[in-house]
Structures are given as structure tokens and as C-alpha cells.
């Protein structure tokens, strides 16, 4: 079965998972220093919020079951240029270690750990964004990438 399906672009919803996702990102920064463990999973989330709204603009959604976090990534790997690969890498790398943090004693998150889920939260909502409003302006001209 596909871990994707179907979906009708809507571009207001879309932006407003582009916003859900900045107020994530502020939270994890405002959050950075009283715990480094709820700031990753802000930003972590951020990330997972504009990925959403790629790909909703893409005209899918991931399914809900079991490893749509991997699909959802694996999609905006699929999707994005390769010379991003690194932040995708990283991406991945937050999902793996949020999981741990959450389900596995062993799963610490240190300070490092949080101020680069914070960079490259910052980075790839900077990417996401872009993207989403040059495919808006191409599929919709005259239509305003609103923030």
C-alpha cells in the first residue's frame, strides 16, 4: 500500500501550516533554555508542519499509519534539489533522536543536540517556504505567498 494519498491543494491551509509551523519554531527557541529535550521536539515539529504543507501543495498527504514521520521525509527528499541532502539528513537524524528521547530511557538530548534542531528548523522552513511559494506563483500567478 502507498504511504501517500490524494489531496486537494488548498494554498490558505497550506499557509497556515507554514504558520503553525514558524510559532513551533519559536516556541523551541523560547523553550532552549529551560529544557533542551521540549525545544528539539518544537522544532522537530516545525520541521513536520512545513514538510506537511509541502506536501499538501504537492497534492498529497501521508497516510496515517505506522512510519509516516519516514515517508514524510522521504517525500521532501524526493522532492527537494540534492544539494539540501544534508539538511535532510539532519531532519532524519531529529526524528530518530526525538524517538529516543521519548521511548528509550537512554534518549538524552544535550544542548548541541538542540541548538542544531534549531538551525536547521530555521534552514528548512527558509526552503520549504521558498519552494511552496514558486510553485504557488507558477501553478497560481498573480497569487501572493502570504507569510
Same mark, same amino acid.
Given at each position: 500500500?502507498?504511504?501517500?494519498?490524494?489531496?486537494?491543494?488548498?494554498?490558505?491551509?497550506?499557509?497556515?501550516?507554514?504558520?503553525?509551523?514558524?510559532?513551533?519554531?519559536?516556541?523551541?527557541?523560547?523553550?532552549?533554555?529551560?529544557?533542551?529535550?521540549?525545544?528539539?521536539?518544537?522544532?522537530?515539529?516545525?520541521?513536520?508542519?512545513? &514538510?506537511?504543507?509541502?506536501?499538501?501543495?504537492?497534492?498529497?498527504?501521508?497516510?496515517?499509519?505506522?512510519?509516516?514521520?519516514?515517508?514524510?521525509?522521504?517525500?521532501?527528499?524526493?522532492?527537494?534539489?540534492?544539494?539540501?541532502?544534508?539538511?535532510?539528513?539532519?531532519?532524519?537524524?531529529?526524528?530518530?533522536?526525538?524517538?529516543?528521547?521519548?521511548?528509550?530511557?537512554?534518549?538524552?538530548?544535550?544542548?548541541?543536540?538542540?541548538?542544531?534542531?534549531?538551525?536547521?528548523?530555521?534552514?528548512?522552513?527558509?526552503?520549504?517556504?521558498?519552494?511552496?511559494?514558486?510553485?504557488?506563483?507558477?501553478?497560481?500567478?498573480?497569487? &501572493?505567498?502570504?507569510?
Amino acid at each position: 500500500m502507498s504511504t501517500l494519498k490524494p489531496y486537494t491543494v488548498n494554498w490558505d491551509q497550506i499557509h497556515r501550516f507554514l504558520k503553525s509551523a514558524d510559532k513551533k519554531l519559536v516556541a523551541a527557541q523560547k523553550i532552549l533554555v529551560i529544557d533542551e529535550e521540549a525545544s528539539l521536539e518544537q522544532a522537530y515539529a516545525a520541521m513536520l508542519r512545513a &514538510s506537511l504543507a509541502f506536501m499538501f501543495s504537492w497534492g498529497v498527504r501521508p497516510r496515517s499509519q505506522p512510519g509516516h514521520h519516514v515517508a514524510i521525509i522521504d517525500f521532501a527528499r524526493q522532492h527537494l534539489d540534492k544539494k539540501h541532502a544534508g539538511v535532510l539528513t539532519v531532519f532524519d537524524r531529529l526524528r530518530r533522536k526525538r524517538n529516543a528521547a521519548l521511548y528509550d530511557e537512554a534518549g538524552f538530548i544535550s544542548q548541541h543536540d538542540a541548538e542544531e534542531a534549531l538551525a536547521t528548523a530555521c534552514e528548512y522552513l527558509d526552503l520549504i517556504r521558498a519552494d511552496i511559494q514558486d510553485r504557488q506563483r507558477h501553478i497560481h500567478p498573480g497569487a &501572493s505567498g502570504t507569510r
